[in-house]
């Protein structure tokens, strides 16, 4: 692959499990960016905070299908049956179906890639991901010429997923990308943490991770995409549009109605620790600027 990105957040940077360092050490540095260690823009603002651990990373994060409580998917998402599991790729490719995910995992190339996570509610993870580029599973279905965007479903299972009975949002939960954006080297499926396949209460056993978007967009435990001509609907979208827009890129500059997006609070930190600043577009300004060229970027929230 031509493309290059610099590659300076080390195993310092990384929200991680106690074990992982002692079952290899993440490589650092410019190299190795083929199968190995792959990261985003220095990660500075965080040197010196209280690395987190992994049990922080799985019991503190968002997934309403099994309640708004952070400790709820963690408590809840055991009951989610992730086998067997299959994507439906659909819409504007060559070669539609239902894939497997063992079929679509025996063709892929699994990378670890150290990525930034910046929520919308302003509290921020690095975390080491382990998947490969959405582009590569795009392109073994075919991408059609004319197809612009590309949307996503999560699985839709009430009797598993506790908060889907209720009508928390209009489920399933659906998000979407513009193709260049899904097509991008940053953008991931992620199937795994710290080495480890994707524990439920993340969104197993594959999800979406766009590092520089705010969490949301990062859909979860997928089973639909489709490629189309027009904008998709998105859940926040559809519920709260004054609040969330259809990019949601990370911008400090550009405030949520009901809070500052200037500074963020890194998970882990401490109880007084002080909130770092909030970088553009997430720290990968420099690798994703060019998509939203002559854009008015105050229109993404």
Known sequence: MAYRWKNTLSAADVTPESAWLNRRQIIAGATGLGVGAIAGPAFAATEGLEPNSFEDITSYNNFYEFGTDKGDPKRYAGEMTTEPWAIEIGGMVDRPGTYDFKD??????????????????????????????????????????????????????????????????????????????????LTIMATGIYGKPMPNQNGAPIRLVVPWKYGFKSIKSIVKITLTTE????????????????????????????????????????????????????????EVASLYEGMDLKRFY
Not at 111 to 136: K, Q, T
Not at 144 to 152: E, H, I, L, R, T
Not at 240 to 256: A, I, K, L, T
Request: aromatic share 14%.
């Open 104 to 185: 679509i995992m025996s063709e892929m190339t699994v990378e670890e890639r150290i990525y930034r996570f910046r929520c919308v509610e302003a509290w921020s993870m690095v975390i080491p991901w382990n998947g490969f580029e959405l582009a590569d599973l795009l392109n073994m279905a075919g991408v059609q010429d004319g197809a612009k965007y590309v949307a996503f479903e999560t699985l839709y299972r009430p009797d598993e997923m506790r908060g889907q009975r209720f009508p928390t949002i209009d489920w399933p939960y659906v998000e979407g990308l513009r193709l260049d954006e899904a097509m991008h080297p």
């Open 231 to 286: 904008e998709p609907p998105t859940s926040w979208n559809r519920l709260q549009p004054r609040e969330y827009g259809f990019y949601s890129n990370v911008n400090p500059n550009v405030d949520h109605p009901r809070w500052s997006q200037a500074s963020e609070r890194r998970i882990g930190g401490g109880l007084f620790a002080p909130r770092i600043p909030t970088l553009m577009f997430n720290g990968y300004e420099d």
